[in-house]
């Protein structure tokens, strides 16, 4: 079965950043989409940001210009990359993979397979 773990989460000051990593085991990157969601207190599951299996990368008006999503298939690993943080970023952050190339990107739907978490604080 995949299992996707997340890192990197934090208490950061507003204007901050945080790299948020996801190691996948027993699946190779290179054959999946991936994206990075997020949840707040309350709120629904809502997507932050994706890249396709072929590479084209998607990106919630929310954090564009902000956040840079990436990944690294020899090491296996999903990146999220988040500057100029904001206290409305605070949530719980996870990787979803899916197999197949993004069309919804921002749909839970979409995924197959998902992280347990990590959290992202953002003080202001």
């Known amino acids: 079965q995949v299992q996707l773990v997340e890192s990197g989460g934090g208490s950061v000051q507003a204007g901050g950043s945080l790299r948020l990593s996801c190691e996948a085991s027993r699946y190779r990157y290179s054959g999946y989409s991936m994206a990075w969601f997020r949840q707040a207190p309350g709120k629904e599951r809502e997507g932050v940001a994706a890249?396709?299996?072929?590479?084209?990368?998607y990106y919630a008006d929310s954090v564009k210009g902000r956040f840079t999503v990436s990944k690294d298939n020899a090491k296996n690993t999903l990146y999220l990359q988040m500057n100029s943080l904001k206290p409305e970023d605070t949530a719980m952050y996870y990787c979803?993979?899916?197999?197949?190339?993004?069309?919804?990107?921002?749909?839970?739907?979409?995924?197959?397979?998902w992280g347990q978490g990590t959290q992202v604080t953002v003080s202001s």
């Open positions: 890249i396709d299996r072929v590479g084209p990368t």
């Open positions: 979803a993979a899916s197999y197949m190339r993004l069309g919804s990107w921002s749909a839970t739907s979409t995924y197959n397979f």
